[in-house]
């Protein structure tokens, strides 16, 4: 019997799952929820200029002294021309380049939920906070339960935290 004093833990209990539930979920959806714009507009001008900062076409070649055969185009000249024409490109059209990645970014994006670095950490130690203090009163309705002599099962991925602080508590005088 898990119903006592006009308390039913059984139906306290799965609400208190349920609470923890929603919140694990919440958890996992902001975890994996994508970055801001602002974030993506950030990382594509980092990676432009890494793209750009590089480029060498080999123009010492076109300067290269007459009597020196080095000018001439080679295969190898074709190979490292070809290497190049990513930085090639991100540097002559660099605009519409970042253009057109900005616009498949909010493409991808879509309208959903995206968080910053910073809103996304103070937004999921909010939920881990939330979620511990659920699991604390879990934690204490499954001991007061046993303290009646209930046998309510406990969950195998409650937070040790919650379970370990109130199991080692003394007893209140019943």
């Known amino acids: 019997m898990t119903k006592r004093r006009d308390r039913d833990y059984t139906a306290e209990l799965v609400a208190l799952r349920a609470q923890v539930a929603a ?7 902001v975890s994996k929820a994508p970055g801001t714009l602002d974030e993506a507009e950030q990382r594509i001008d980092s990676w432009l200029d890494t793209l750009t900062s590089g480029l060498d076409l080999g123009a010492y070649r076109f ?15 074709a190979s490292e021309f070809t290497m190049q024409v990513g930085p090639l490109v991100a540097t002559v059209a660099r ?4 253009a057109a990645l900005v ?7 879509g309208d959903c ?15 881990e906070a939330q979620l511990l203090a659920f699991e ?3 934690e204490a309705l499954i001991c007061e339960g046993e303290r009646l002599g209930m046998a ?10 919650a379970v370990l602080e109130l199991v080692g508590e003394p007893q209140a005088a019943a």
Do not use: C, Q, Y
Not at 63 to 77: K, Q, Y
Not at 95 to 98: E, F, G, K, N
Not at 115 to 122: K, P
């Open 23 to 29: 919140l694990n979920a919440k958890h996992e959806a």
């Open 63 to 77: 300067v290269a002294p007459s009597a020196e055969e080095e000018w001439r185009p080679t295969a190898h000249m």
């Open 95 to 98: 605009d519409a380049l970042r």
């Open 103 to 109: 616009a498949s970014v909010r493409r991808h994006l």
């Open 113 to 127: 939920e995206t968080f910053g670095i910073e809103e996304r950490l103070a937004k999921l130690d909010d939920l």
């Open 136 to 138: 604390r009163a879990e």
């Open 152 to 161: 309510l099962d406990r969950r195998p991925d409650a937070d040790p935290r």
